[in-house]
């Protein structure tokens, strides 16, 4: 089920409407406390989806908002959980998001 829900989200992640992505990072940053570790089997889905647009994004509130996205799978999953998704992701990425990412796994 959480594969299903999250599938259909994750477009909604990186939507060519700033503010339906804003909205969608806004309401991921809500649900991770709740989800916590149930989020593994989506996480490798996830990372990309949050990342890939967002964090290098000049619209300060989507910036704003995937940042938050990330301190909070940070604070509420299992470290583990997260390492590959971030490696991987840090090594394609320019930019602030490369940086910031980096600085997670530090």
Known sequence: ???QIFDAFKSRLHDSNSKVSQ???ETMHKMIPLLKDNLSPVINMLIPAIVDNNLNSKNPGIYAAATNVIQALCQ???NYLLL???CTKAQFLNGKAKQDL???LA
């Open 102 to 104: 980096t600085e997670k």
């Open 76 to 78: 509420h999953l299992d």
């Open 1 to 3: 089920a959480v594969l």
């Open 84 to 86: 590959q998704p971030f």
């Open 23 to 25: 909205v969608a990072l």
